[in-house]
């Protein structure tokens, strides 16, 4: 049993390295596709006055919505659910990773909007105010003043969030993607020898240690420049 665990599945490190290369494909696209759609969900939900109304309602239903499912659940809804009802203009795309990756984003794009929306919200009002006694618009001030700060205060929880990201695209495995823990299961059921788990969990590790190190780097860096701040 030892040796059928811990023993190196010579033969299967290639189809699984490439197979950890889908993995990393998916985490590539969803990305900025995340960054971009929960920052419009974000600021969609600091829109101020009552025309705005619908447009909130929308972006708060939006983020409870994919929220409170889980991501697995959103993959077989998404995978499945959405080619079934054969809507005109998505019959063509019939590759499950499209339907992965587009499961990926509108799961984590409700995440990082509220991270977003953390940031937004902890500009102090006065930067607004002074934005706007320079003659800046509502629009210019949030744009030029509260979303540059914004961004930098999450960029350590956002890094996280994505470091969530790279392993959660194992999850896609389950519409039939032949991705790194698919592949480590592939060979594990034929060869009988279940180090290709081992396998394809190192390299998840290669990706997501210096990511959380990097994580680390940057929330200790922004406590030294409060602490200089503070100080001054």
Known sequence: MKESFFGVPSQGEPAIWSAFLLNVKMFLVAEP?????????????????PVFFPFRLVATAYTDFFRGIPLLLVIYITGYGVPGLEIRGLSFYR??????????????????????????????PSQVAAARSLGLSQWQALRFVVIPQAIRRVIPPLLNDFISLQKDTALVAVLGNIEAARAAQIYGAFRFNYSSFLVAAALFIVITIPLARFTDHL???QRRRRSAGGLM
């Open 33 to 49: 596709l995340i960054l971009v759609l929960a920052l419009v969900i974000a600021v969609v939900r600091q829109i101020r006055g």
């Open 219 to 221: 929330i200790e860096r």
């Open 95 to 124: 590759s499950p990773v499209i339907y992965a990756v587009a499961a990926l984003v509108l799961s984590y794009s409700a995440y990082v909007a509220e991270v977003y929306r953390a940031g937004i919200e902890s500009v102090h």
